[in-house]
Each structure stands twice: as structure tokens, then as C-alpha cells.
């Protein structure tokens, strides 16, 4: 009758210590921090007012402080660029073949993904006058894009593929 008696209360003793409440483990990662999805936005928009900017100015260097140092670029009819110094390589030449007038940008969706990531799709067009033909064009095409902010705290291109829908010759 004892080993019975010591039995029940050794069960209800283990049924109380399972019940109680289990102390956090401490190697628990903390909750994720909210996107602040209007300050993403916005840093995507300053970033795309620097590249308008330094194109426009025919800017090498400064486009190519907006690339990622891994930043990857995919554009129809150029070859795939991997990294900031194969941008600046291959863009260099390009950028200074034309004088560039207008560049703008229209974003359709920009999704923030986390305070340090958005992805973004959208149109642009590129107005510009190739300097050996001294004709003016205008490409109009679409783009996706990947920007990040860097370890420095810079917003940056991380990907970015885009292609020519039309070009369009400028009537004067």
C-alpha cells in the first residue's frame, strides 16, 4: 500500500512539474525587427535620384559608387557584369559614347523585404545623343532590381536586370 501511496504522489509531482512553465532557452534568436517599409521606399527612391543624377552627368565613378561591390547586372546585348569595377569596365565606354539629356525612372512595385533589402520592378527611359552618328534616341524598357544597403550603410544596386523595349529616333 505504501509503494502505491508513494507512487500517486510521485505522479502528481510530475504532472505539476510538467505543467509549470519551461524558462526561454538561452540561445533563442529575438523576434525580427519590423520593416519600416515607408523608409525603405524612400531610400530606393534616393538611390534611383543619385543614378539619374551621375548618368545624367555622364558620371562614371558616381554610378559606379552606387553598385554593390558584388553587384551583378544583366542587360540584353551587354555581358553579364559581376561586381563594381566589371560595371565600371563595361559601362564606361557606353556612358561616354553618348550625352545623355534625360534619364527617368518609374517604379511599378518596390517591395521591401527587410530594413536592408527591397526588391523593385519597373519602366525607364533614356534619352541621348551618340556622339559618333550625332543622332538623339530615346530607349524606353523595363527593369527588376534587387537594392541593398551595404555593411557601410549605403543603399546600393545589388542586381539589376533590364533590356530595351523600344528605341525611339528623337525628330528635331
Given at each position: 500500500m505504501r509503494a502505491r501511496r508513494g507512487y500517486c504522489g510521485l505522479t502528481v509531482v510530475a504532472a505539476l512539474a510538467a505543467c509549470a512553465p519551461r524558462?526561454?532557452?538561452v540561445d533563442e534568436k529575438p523576434?525580427?525587427?519590423?520593416?519600416?517599409?515607408?523608409?525603405?521606399?524612400?531610400?530606393?527612391?534616393a538611390l534611383w535620384q543619385k543614378m539619374i543624377a551621375a548618368d545624367t552627368a555622364?558620371?562614371?565613378?558616381g554610378v559606379a559608387a552606387l553598385v554593390s561591390e558584388k553587384g551583378r547586372f544583366d542587360e540584353r546585348g551587354v555581358p553579364p557584369m559581376l561586381g563594381r569595377a566589371a560595371w565600371q569596365a563595361t559601362a564606361e565606354p557606353m556612358i561616354k559614347g553618348?550625352?545623355?539629356q534625360a534619364f527617368s525612372v518609374s517604379p511599378e512595385m518596390t517591395m521591401p523585404m527587410?530594413?536592408?533589402?527591397?526588391?523593385?520592378?519597373g519602366s525607364y527611359s533614356e534619352t541621348y545623343m551618340d556622339r559618333?552618328?550625332?543622332?538623339t534616341s530615346t530607349d524606353h524598357g523595363r527593369y527588376a532590381t534587387a537594392?541593398?544597403?551595404?555593411?557601410?550603410?549605403?543603399?546600393?544596386f545589388v542586381y539589376v536586370m533590364a533590356f530595351v523595349?523600344?528605341?525611339?529616333?528623337?525628330?528635331?
Open positions: 524558462p526561454a532557452p523576434l525580427a525587427t519590423a520593416v519600416d517599409s515607408t523608409a525603405v521606399k524612400a531610400a530606393v527612391g555622364e558620371d562614371v565613378a553618348r550625352d545623355v527587410s530594413n536592408d533589402l527591397a526588391y523593385e520592378i559618333k552618328t550625332r543622332k537594392i541593398g544597403k551595404d555593411p557601410d550603410g549605403q543603399w546600393r523595349d523600344s528605341t525611339v529616333a528623337v525628330k528635331k
